[in-house]
Structures are given as C-alpha cells and as structure tokens.
C-alpha cells in the first residue's frame, strides 16, 4: 500500500524542528511499525538522505525503549500494544501517518524521535526497591503471599517503563508509573517495612522532576500498553495518606 | 593451527558437593576499608550485570555500569519468559542439587565442566530467596507458596514463574537494587554508552574505551577490575530472539586483546518461535518453551498439505516428537526438538505457505484442564501471538519453527569467572560456562543470577586483595591513548567508505550464510564455503559500506556498522569452531556424526574438550587451546531421550 508519513525531525535538543514528509509506494501490512520505519531509512540511506533516529530493542513489547506518538497517539491505533507491536495492517492504502516523539517537560526530545527518559530512572532511585541486600533473603517459601495479593503485585509489576502513561497525560504526570511500582510493594509483606517512605520519595521525586499533578483523566489507563490499571493509582493515594496520618 | 598450551581453570580439589564451600573459604578478602578504594567496571546491566553491580556496590566497591540502552531496566534479559529454575524441591518430586546438576550437564552433552555446573545447582535456591525477598512475583498457588512447573528436558517441576515475564520480573528486582545503589552513591551509571575497547596495563584490565551515543564522544574509564556481562551475541544470525541491538561487540574487543572465546559454534536454535514471515521481518519473538509442558506439536502426515489446521483429522497429525520420543514426547531438550522440526520440514510436512514451520497445539490441554487455567499459565504468551499474528491460540495452534536464541559459547573463564586476561571477568551468556552444548530451558537466568548475586562478589576479591595499594588508575596514560586512536580509527574508515551498500544488508547477507551452513546441521563442505563466504562478505562491506550522518552525534547506522564489522570476526570463528569439532553433541549437529536414526553421535575420546580460540593477528586463523573435560562423578552416557 502507498502511505505518507509526517516525520517529526530535530536536530538536537536546541534545534526547534519541524514535520517532512516522505512517500513510500510498497509498505506491506506485514510489517511492524519499526519495520516499516526501517524500510524507509533503508531507502533515504540509499538516496544519500541522513535516515532520522528512533529507539527500539527488543521488538516484542518488553523493553519499553520504542515508543512514538502517532496519529495522535501514544504506540498508535492498536489497543494494548507497544509501537513494536503496531501492526501495519491498521492502516490502509492512501493513509497519512504522523509521527512525533513523546511530549513532556521531563522527556526533553535528544533527537528526531528520541527522547531522554532517564527522569523514570529517578523515580525508581527514590524509592522503587525493596531493600533486600544480597545475601540476606530467608527461605522463599518462609514468606507465604496469598495468590491474589501475588496477583496484584505481578499485574502492576508488568510496567515496560516505555514512558507512555506520561505522553498521554495533559499534565505530563507519572502518576500511573510510580503507582504501579508502589501497589506492586506495597501488597507483598516484603515490601510492607519501607512503603510509608517509598510512597513519599517517589511522589516528591516526581513532583521534583518536572512531572505535572495527576487530575484523574484516565488518559493513562487507556493507553498504557501493559493495561495497568487506575487502580493503582487509587491505592497509592491510600498509601500516601496513611503514610502522612501515622 | 592447534596447539596444546595449558589453561588452568582453577577447579578445586575435592568431592563436587564440596568445591565451592571449600573454595570461598580459601580465597583472600579485601577489607571493607580498601573496597571503597577499589574501583570496578560493570559493562551490562541484565541479570548478570545488574545483580552484579548491586552487590559489589553493597559490599563497597566503587561501580561503574555501562548500557547500551537508555536505561539500564532495558536489557534483553527483560525478555525471558518461562523461568527460572532451583532446586527447592517444593515438589517432593525427588529434585536435589545433585539432579538438577546432572540433568544440565547431560542436557549440555557433557561438554560443560562438573564444578561450575554443580555450583550453579547448588546456589540456585539462593536466587530464588534473593528474589522473594525483594519483591519479584513469583506464581504462586492457593496455598500462597510458590508455584513450580516444568521445562523442556527435564522430569522434574523444579521451574519458578512469573507467567511469560519471569526475565522481567527478576531483571527489574536487579534494576531496583542497582537503583537503589546509584542513589547511594555508590554505582555512577554510564547509559546510552558502547563500550568498544578494553585497555590493559601490564596485561592487566584496568578500563574501557566507550562511545557516548548520544555526542558521539569517545570517552576513557579505568577501574582496577572490569566485568563483561554484555549478554548473547545470537545476533550473529541477523534474525533471532535477542534485541535488534544485542551484540558481541565487547567480547570480540576481549577476544582480540588476548582473552580466549571459548566454544563459539555452540549457538542455541530455539525450537518455539515465530516463523519467519517475510522479508521485512526484523525479530523473532519467542513464545516460551514452557508452552511445550500442555501444548503438542504436529504437522501433517500428508507431504505440502495446504490445508486449515482445523480441517486436519486427528489420524492425519504426526505428533512427531511423540512418536520419535515416547519418553520425553514434547518436552525434550531444546536442540532434539529444532532438529526434529527441520527434519520434517526438509522432508515436506512442514505447516503453513512456507512450509516452515510446525503447529504447536493447545486443543487438548484446554479440553482437559479448561481455557481459564490454560490462560492463567499462558495468557501473556497467547496475547502475544495474537498481536502478532491475528491467530488465537486458543481456538487455532500456533504455527512456530526454530530460530537462533542464546549462545552456550562466549569468553572462557575460570571457576573464578575470570577470563585469560588478569582482572577481566566474564558473566551470564557472555561467558561460556555451565551449559555445555546446549543450554536447558530456565537455566540460564539461573546461570546468570548466580554469577552476578553470588559468585562474582566472592571471587573478585581473591583478585583485588592484590590491588588495594593500587591508586585510581590514570587515564592519560599511552595504554588509554592507543585503545583510544584505535576505536576512532575504526569508526572513522567504517565512515569514510561512503559505497553502496546499507550496514543491515550486509547483516542479512552474513545471517544466511551462517543460517544455511552453520545452523541446526553442518557438515565439512558447508561450512568451508561458508568461512570462505563470510571472509569474502567482510572484504566487500570494507569497501562498499555506506555509513550515514556524522560521527559526532546520535548516529544510529554508526552504531549497528561498529556491531556488525565484530559480527563477521564472529562468524569466522563460530565456523572455524564448527570445522574443529568432528563430532555431533548438543546444538552442534554435524551431518557426517550421526546415528543410524539421525541422532547426535558424540566422540568423547577425541572431543571431550572445551574449544578456546586465542587471537593471533587479522590474517592468521585463531589458535585453538583445548581445556580437557574431567568427570569425576558422572560417566558421560548418550543422551537419550526415547
Ligand atoms: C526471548 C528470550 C526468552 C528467554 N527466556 C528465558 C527463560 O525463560 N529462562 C531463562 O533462564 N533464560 C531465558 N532466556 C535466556 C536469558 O534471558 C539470557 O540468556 C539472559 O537474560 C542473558 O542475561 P545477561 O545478563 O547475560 O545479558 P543481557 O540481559 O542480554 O544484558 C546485556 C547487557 O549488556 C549491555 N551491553 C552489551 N554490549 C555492550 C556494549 N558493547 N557496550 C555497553 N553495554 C553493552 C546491554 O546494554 C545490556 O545491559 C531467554 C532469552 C530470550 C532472548
Ligand atoms: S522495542 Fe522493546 S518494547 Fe518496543
């Protein structure tokens, strides 16, 4: 099929940026997206064109390193997958595709599609950890966790750090990312000993980081590729003020 | 060109079940005043590197971590999926060190040494507890104990889950406490970084030479020790498993400047993958070998047979390995069950248009246990085929075929994890220690854990407790200097070529030649012309490359040009290797070793060795060491799985 894309190019951070558009006249709709980004660079590389820069690793909705906003939308059209896993075939012949790079205060673009995400690094340094030294762990089984606390813990534990939660915000909040890793601790009793100071480093972490407020939109939840859930969010609330009260 | 030079890997005396505890009480300590003098370089961050780099920070060491991602979470050990084993026993099915032991070095064909394998066995459940306890969501059952299944090659449950994300669960628990440690002050994480060189002074490993993707800066760091836990280089293949970035690149610096590589050609072809679909396709996803524990692969008993699966009558399936293996049916060791799926699909049964690949099966698991238990176990995998592919596993089988996953070969260390060089030290797939010849499911985050958690901490000291009068090591020195002109130099030619051709077509080119004469089956006359194809290959992307952009600056092409100049030396010395090895075992299937029943057919009295290549120059071949493997508990016997 014939697609024409808007690409979002920048230099540097300095640079101001704009759109160019490219053609492409054989796009498959077996490809992934980042396939079919390849494609096109393969060809501006044979053209003598500098090819524009985008991140990914894995390909397979892991690793959390891809992640555009096309169309408008964070990882595109497709419900619940990561921009590696975008398939082709949600789009079709004649489609203009835009493609712009995360947008937040604390994702400042590196260049054309790249952004710097290391400010989720930071939410994790303030707090994110069990501080369990190696050496130090009891017996596995000493600690019995009941399967639906295990549950919870593993589904908001599934968080990529792709960043995504953010880049649908209005508000460019983290709120979703360090609520996931909080309700993750803070339903395991291994966690249960440090979580009324984890839930207050992270949170001021992130206010401290340029992240905005959360205002409740469930813009996050809707996009998140991993579906993590708003109730994460609630429950962190709950950690915070019980960590505020006692 | 062979010769029969002496390497010492340093194994402890002793009865096996005695080695390690006797061993760590007689290495030598650094005091905790003199670890905060000492500084060490971590190059990776995944569940070696990272699990690493926290404890030598813990213990007080000054940590320098080195990723190519942006952020250190991202290695590709966040894709595993199925698990990870330990011998806990929790399921009184009569597991113990000693089983879980022999079942890896049976597994790896008996060419992985007894005391590294036996030590892995014997700290796994120390992982396991590490892991609980901070904070990793192992499955677990009603009871709110932990949950065990089991794994290809094995009769015993003995393997921990997270569903199909175990790798990310415990990659992150590593994450965290590096996380937890740079917040300390006592890792300085360097992300965004490849790491190019290795500078040695007076033959020892005192740093690195690293690439600063983001400006193009080539930056020098030294420490008094450096780690390599820089993962598998299974990208070799160009279409595999790993992460489009995955590389060798560090190991082959290690390889040139005189650490050996040992069993190259042992490369792991995973048989439950994603087919390949077309020619675009630029990965493929793995989907867990533990769907082989319900799901049961066929493929037509009728040659080229085009139809829907679903229209396939029960008595028209061959259950292949089933029928080939009645003991072990579906879940036999990974290299059996690639081969075996090549083996129909070269015959003609093979599934699907290409008529390569084989279906994987769900139909009677979920008549027999329920779709809702099915889907507990599996939901993420399922998902993920789904997105892929459009098939739900649910109602349709998979369709999957082999592809190149993980590499048993990698730098040779010693029991101290320390390669030929003093002071480097190897970790995870980056080494090439405890999986022989072919690597079993779930063992190797085992492998990995192990050596950065608890192996590496305990033997690096035995090492530094000779440096602790050594100050910081300057970087302005002439070693510094070299190390430094040579990456530059590397990187300018690979962009002054200016030709033709694009850096991944070069990468395919080299995949195929490798895929077809160095893959699942080998013979002599394959992978001559292969070494000559490859050789030929490099000299043309030496003279016709094209390398956009600019070198100081996020130039992405640059990057992948740097990995795949190291993956032709790669290749050569996965074939020379292959070509050394005049026998079948694990993974490494030569077509003129078999049995009558097309079986591996070992030779352990001439090849009961491991293979470690040392560097001489750019046009000599390398020249091979052989390390003689000793059993002293197990007598090495064939590997049957009927
Ligand atoms: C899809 C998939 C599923 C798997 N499932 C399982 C499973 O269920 N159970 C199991 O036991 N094993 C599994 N494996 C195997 C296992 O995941 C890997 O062998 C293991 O995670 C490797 O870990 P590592 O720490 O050695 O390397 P990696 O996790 O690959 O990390 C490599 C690190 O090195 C860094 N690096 C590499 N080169 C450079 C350089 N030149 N400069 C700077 N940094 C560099 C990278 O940035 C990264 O941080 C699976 C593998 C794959 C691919
Ligand atoms: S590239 Fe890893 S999640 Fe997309």
């Given at each position: 099929m014939?697609?024409?894309?808007?690409?979002?190019?920048?230099?540097?951070?300095?640079?101001?940026?704009?759109?160019?558009?490219?053609?492409?006249?054989?796009?498959?709709?077996?490809?992934?997206?980042?396939?079919?980004?390849?494609?096109?660079?393969?060809?501006?590389?044979?053209?003598?064109?500098?090819?524009?820069?985008?991140?990914?690793?894995?390909?397979?909705?892991?690793?959390?390193?891809?992640?555009?906003?096309?169309n408008g939308r964070p990882n595109g059209p497709q419900e619940g997958v990561?921009?590696?896993?975008?398939?082709?075939?949600?789009?079709?012949?004649?489609?203009?595709?835009?493609?712009?790079?995360?947008?937040?205060?604390?994702?400042?673009?590196?260049?054309?599609?790249?952004?710097?995400?290391?400010?989720?690094?930071?939410?994790?340094?303030?707090?994110?950890?069990?501080?369990?030294?190696?050496?130090?762990?009891?017996?596995?089984?000493?600690?019995p966790v009941s399967k639906e606390e295990s549950d919870i813990a593993f589904?908001?534990?599934?968080?990529?750090?792709?960043?995504?939660?953010?880049?649908?915000?209005?508000?460019?909040?983290?709120?979703?990312?360090?609520?996931?890793?909080?309700?993750?601790?803070?339903?395991?009793?291994?966690?249960?000993?440090?979580?009324?100071?984890?839930?207050?480093?992270?949170?001021?972490?992130?206010?401290?980081?340029?992240?905005?407020?959360?205002?409740?939109?469930?813009?996050?939840?809707?996009?998140?590729?991993?579906?993590?859930?708003?109730?994460?969010?609630?429950?962190?609330?709950?950690e915070f003020y019980k960590a505020k009260i006692s | 060109?062979?010769?029969?030079?002496?390497?010492?890997?340093?194994?402890?005396?002793?009865?096996?079940?005695?080695?390690?505890?006797?061993?760590?009480?007689?290495?030598?300590?650094?005091?905790?005043?003199?670890?905060?003098?000492?500084?060490?370089?971590?190059?990776?961050?995944?569940?070696?590197?990272?699990?690493?780099?926290?404890?030598?920070?813990?213990?007080?060491?000054?940590?320098?971590?080195?990723?190519?991602?942006?952020?250190?979470?991202?290695?590709?050990?966040?894709?595993?999926?199925?698990?990870?084993?330990?011998?806990?026993?929790?399921?009184?099915?009569?597991?113990?060190?000693?089983?879980?032991?022999?079942?890896?070095?049976?597994?790896?064909?008996?060419?992985?040494?007894?005391?590294?394998?036996?030590?892995?066995?014997?700290?796994?459940?120390?992982?396991?507890?590490?892991?609980?306890?901070?904070?990793?969501?192992?499955?677990?059952?009603?009871?709110?104990?932990?949950?065990?299944?089991?794994?290809?090659?094995?009769?015993?449950?003995?393997?921990?889950?997270?569903?199909?994300?175990?790798?990310?669960?415990?990659?992150?628990?590593?994450?965290?406490?590096?996380?937890?440690?740079?917040?300390?002050?006592?890792?300085?994480?360097?992300?965004?970084?490849?790491?190019?060189?290795?500078?040695?002074?007076?033959?020892?490993?005192?740093?690195?030479?690293?690439?600063?993707?983001?400006?193009?800066?080539?930056?020098?760091?030294?420490?008094?020790?450096?780690?390599?836990?820089?993962?598998?280089?299974?990208?070799?293949?160009?279409?595999?498993?790993?992460?489009?970035?995955?590389?060798?690149?560090?190991?082959?610096?290690?390889?040139?400047?005189?650490?050996?590589?040992?069993?190259?050609?042992?490369?792991?072809?995973?048989?439950?993958?994603?087919?390949?679909?077309?020619?675009?396709?630029?990965?493929?996803?793995?989907?867990?070998?533990?769907?082989?524990?319900?799901?049961?692969?066929w493929v037509s008993s009728k040659k080229g047979d085009k139809r829907n699966p679903l229209d396939i009558p029960e008595n028209e399936r061959d259950y292949y390995l089933e029928r080939r293996y009645p003991a072990f049916g579906n879940l036999v060791p990974r290299d059996v069950a690639s081969r075996a799926a090549k083996e129909r699909c070269d015959a003609g049964y093979g599934a699907g248009e290409t008529g390569l690949s084989v279906y994987l099966d769900f139909k009677d698991a979920i008549k027999d246990q329920g779709e809702e238990v099915i889907g507990n176990k599996y939901g993420t995998l399922f998902d993920l085929y789904r997105k892929i592919t459009g098939i739900n596993p649910y109602k349709e089988p998979m369709k999957i075929y082999p592809a190149s996953h993980y590499t048993m070969g990698g730098l040779w260390v010693d029991y101290n994890l320390m390669t030929t060089i003093p002071g480097l030290y190897a970790l995870g797939e980056a080494n090439f220690s405890d999986h022989g010849a072919n690597r079993l499911g779930a063992s190797s985050l085992m492998q990995c854990s192990g050596d950065g958690y608890f192996i590496l901490p305990v033997t690096i000291g035995d090492y530094l407790a000779d440096e602790i009068k050594t100050p910081q090591i300057p970087t302005d020195g002439p070693e510094f200097e070299e190390a430094e002109k040579a990456v530059e130099g590397k990187l300018s030619k690979l962009m002054s070529v200016n030709g033709s051709q694009t850096v991944s077509s070069f990468h395919k080119k080299l995949g195929q030649i490798l895929w077809t004469h160095s893959g699942m089956k080998r013979n002599e006359k394959g992978l001559k012309q292969a070494l000559q194809e490859v050789a030929e290959l490099q000299e043309e992307f030496w003279k016709d490359v094209k390398v956009p952009g600019k070198l100081e600056h996020l130039n992405h092409e640059l990057e992948k040009a740097a990995r795949v100049a190291d993956f032709f030396d790669l290749a050569k010395l996965i074939i020379t290797d292959a070509l050394d090895r005049n026998e079948s075992c694990g993974a490494h299937f030569r077509e003129e070793y078999q049995t009558e029943d097309g079986e591996a057919q070992r030779d352990d009295d001439r090849y009961a060795y491991v293979s470690a290549w040392e560097f001489t120059d750019e046009n000599k071949g390398p020249m091979l060491h052989k390390e003689k493997l000793v059993f002293e508990t197990v007598t090495p016997t064939k590997r049957s799985y009927k």
């Amino acid at each position: 099929m014939k697609i024409t894309l808007k690409i979002w190019r920048q230099e540097s951070a300095q640079d101001k940026g704009g759109f160019v558009t490219y053609k492409m006249d054989d796009v498959s709709t077996e490809m992934t997206f980042p396939e079919m980004l390849d494609s096109l660079n393969e060809d501006l590389i044979k053209r003598n064109e500098v090819p524009f820069a985008f991140d990914s690793d894995c390909r397979e909705g892991i690793c959390g390193m891809c992640g555009l906003y096309i169309n408008g939308r964070p990882n595109g059209p497709q419900e619940g997958v990561t921009t590696c896993q975008l398939n082709m075939s949600m789009f079709k012949d004649g489609d203009t595709i835009t493609i712009e790079p995360w947008r937040a205060k604390a994702f400042p673009v590196i260049k054309d599609l790249v952004v710097d995400r290391t400010a989720l690094d930071k939410l994790i340094q303030a707090g994110g950890f069990i501080s369990a030294k190696t050496g130090a762990a009891p017996e596995a089984n000493a600690i019995p966790v009941s399967k639906e606390e295990s549950d919870i813990a593993f589904d908001a534990g599934v968080c990529i750090g792709c960043g995504t939660c953010v880049a649908s915000c209005k508000n460019a909040s983290a709120m979703l990312f360090i609520s996931a890793k909080v309700s993750q601790f803070a339903v395991l009793p291994q966690g249960r000993v440090e979580a009324k100071e984890r839930v207050q480093t992270m949170v001021a972490q992130m206010d401290a980081l340029g992240f905005g407020n959360c205002t409740n939109t469930g813009a996050c939840e809707a996009e998140c590729p991993k579906e993590i859930k708003l109730s994460n969010i609630a429950r962190m609330n709950r950690e915070f003020y019980k960590a505020k009260i006692s | 060109m062979q010769q029969p030079g002496k390497l010492d890997a340093k194994i402890p005396g002793g009865p096996l079940k005695d080695k390690w505890t006797k061993h760590k009480a007689s290495l030598r300590l650094v005091s905790p005043a003199n670890k905060k003098k000492l500084d060490i370089i971590v190059v990776g961050a995944g569940a070696a590197g990272g699990s690493a780099a926290a404890s030598l920070a813990e213990l007080g060491y000054n940590v320098k971590v080195f990723v190519f991602q942006d952020s250190p979470r991202r290695a590709h050990s966040i894709a595993s999926q199925g698990g990870i084993n330990a011998s806990k026993n929790y399921k009184n099915d009569s597991d113990s060190d000693y089983r879980l032991f022999h079942d890896m070095l049976k597994g790896g064909d008996f060419r992985a040494r007894e005391a590294n394998v036996y030590r892995a066995a014997e700290i796994s459940n120390n992982i396991i507890d590490q892991y609980v306890a901070s904070g990793v969501p192992f499955a677990r059952d009603y009871s709110g104990y932990l949950d065990n299944r089991s794994f290809g090659g094995v009769q015993v449950s003995r393997t921990f889950y997270a569903q199909g994300q175990t790798g990310q669960q415990c990659t992150l628990a590593a994450y965290q406490a590096l996380s937890r440690q740079i917040k300390a002050g006592k890792v300085t994480m360097f992300s965004r970084r490849d790491v190019l060189e290795l500078v040695l002074i007076d033959g020892k490993a005192r740093g690195v030479i690293a690439r600063n993707l983001l400006t193009g800066e080539i930056e020098r760091h030294s420490a008094h020790a450096v780690v390599f836990a820089t993962g598998g280089f299974g990208t070799v293949y160009y279409l595999s498993t790993l992460a489009i970035n995955s590389n060798g690149s560090a190991a082959l610096a290690a390889y040139k400047k005189g650490a050996f590589m040992a069993n190259p050609s042992m490369a792991q072809i995973h048989p439950t993958c994603l087919p390949v679909l077309n020619d675009y396709q630029s990965k493929l996803t793995l989907m867990s070998e533990s769907l082989r524990n319900d799901g049961r692969i066929w493929v037509s008993s009728k040659k080229g047979d085009k139809r829907n699966p679903l229209d396939i009558p029960e008595n028209e399936r061959d259950y292949y390995l089933e029928r080939r293996y009645p003991a072990f049916g579906n879940l036999v060791p990974r290299d059996v069950a690639s081969r075996a799926a090549k083996e129909r699909c070269d015959a003609g049964y093979g599934a699907g248009e290409t008529g390569l690949s084989v279906y994987l099966d769900f139909k009677d698991a979920i008549k027999d246990q329920g779709e809702e238990v099915i889907g507990n176990k599996y939901g993420t995998l399922f998902d993920l085929y789904r997105k892929i592919t459009g098939i739900n596993p649910y109602k349709e089988p998979m369709k999957i075929y082999p592809a190149s996953h993980y590499t048993m070969g990698g730098l040779w260390v010693d029991y101290n994890l320390m390669t030929t060089i003093p002071g480097l030290y190897a970790l995870g797939e980056a080494n090439f220690s405890d999986h022989g010849a072919n690597r079993l499911g779930a063992s190797s985050l085992m492998q990995c854990s192990g050596d950065g958690y608890f192996i590496l901490p305990v033997t690096i000291g035995d090492y530094l407790a000779d440096e602790i009068k050594t100050p910081q090591i300057p970087t302005d020195g002439p070693e510094f200097e070299e190390a430094e002109k040579a990456v530059e130099g590397k990187l300018s030619k690979l962009m002054s070529v200016n030709g033709s051709q694009t850096v991944s077509s070069f990468h395919k080119k080299l995949g195929q030649i490798l895929w077809t004469h160095s893959g699942m089956k080998r013979n002599e006359k394959g992978l001559k012309q292969a070494l000559q194809e490859v050789a030929e290959l490099q000299e043309e992307f030496w003279k016709d490359v094209k390398v956009p952009g600019k070198l100081e600056h996020l130039n992405h092409e640059l990057e992948k040009a740097a990995r795949v100049a190291d993956f032709f030396d790669l290749a050569k010395l996965i074939i020379t290797d292959a070509l050394d090895r005049n026998e079948s075992c694990g993974a490494h299937f030569r077509e003129e070793y078999q049995t009558e029943d097309g079986e591996a057919q070992r030779d352990d009295d001439r090849y009961a060795y491991v293979s470690a290549w040392e560097f001489t120059d750019e046009n000599k071949g390398p020249m091979l060491h052989k390390e003689k493997l000793v059993f002293e508990t197990v007598t090495p016997t064939k590997r049957s799985y009927k």
